[in-house]
């Protein structure tokens, strides 16, 4: 297995970042070191204005198998190790989706189970192979998953959540794009191409615009309707006032 769980290529002719995770004869699962990595990597990227986009794809059969739990220490950990080597490592690369200025496209192909579901649900735009499956198995484990679960929130029905959390049922993608986990699903053999038409498309517009979309999309789910449509306004004019 590489000692490197991802690479990072820039592409200057489509203004675009691709992130892909390399491990694909382990199903590309990730120790908690991998993820604080691939977190910083996804800041870095976003907020180089070279950027207008971040793909983030795998190399092999499936997506991401999920993380790798962390080795048994002597002695039982307490909830504070837990929370700083456990649960802020994992918050932080959601946040990381979430909070970059630019949007976050996801490719997934095969299986994405547990936190690679999580991070699939966390990105902006999930492109789906039609072949792909996406579960959240930890309660197998007897492990409530309420990080995975804080990343469905805002895109998966509260009820679709409790079912995959509950059952440990695995669905389809397009059972997923239903849902909404997914943006778009595409059979196996054209979704390099789709996400090339995308990647294309994007890469064309001003960086301005693609940030004012993303920033819109995050902020006017907490407010009320009027607040939103303030905020709407205010947003397009700044941006059009730039291009």
Request: hydrophobic fraction near 45%; charge should be neutral.
């Amino acid at each position: 297995m590489t000692d490197n769980a991802f690479t990072t290529t820039f592409d200057s002719s489509r203004h675009a970042t691709t992130l892909t995770l390399i491990r694909g004869e382990s199903g590309n699962r990730l120790t908690g070191a991998d993820i604080s990595a691939i977190a910083a990597a996804i800041r870095d990227a976003s907020h180089d204005v070279r950027n207008k986009l971040l793909v983030l794809r795998a190399d092999g059969e499936h997506f991401c198998l999920g993380r790798i739990p962390d080795a048994k220490g002597a002695t039982r950990p307490t909830a504070l190790d837990l929370r700083d080597s456990v649960a802020s490592t994992i918050m932080a690369l959601y946040a990381a989706v979430r909070y970059a200025p630019i949007p976050v496209i996801c490719v997934a192909q095969g299986d994405a189970r547990g936190f690679g579901c999580a991070v699939a649900a966390q990105c902006d735009i999930t492109i789906a192979s039609r072949t792909a499956r996406f579960s959240l198995p930890e309660l197998d484990t007897t492990i409530p998953p309420t990080l995975a679960m804080s990343a469905l929130l805002h895109k998966v029905p509260p009820k679709i959540i409790a079912h995959l959390v509950y059952t440990r049922q695995t669905i389809s993608a397009d059972d997923a794009r239903h849902f909404g986990l997914v943006s778009q699903v595409s059979d196996p053999g054209e979704l390099t191409a789709d996400v090339d038409r995308i990647v294309d498309s994007l890469g064309e517009k001003p960086r301005a615009a693609l940030t004012t979309i993303k920033e819109y999309l995050w902020n006017a789910l907490h407010v009320d309707p009027v607040a939103s449509a303030q905020l709407a306004q205010n947003m397009i004019s700044v941006a059009m006032s730039s291009f």
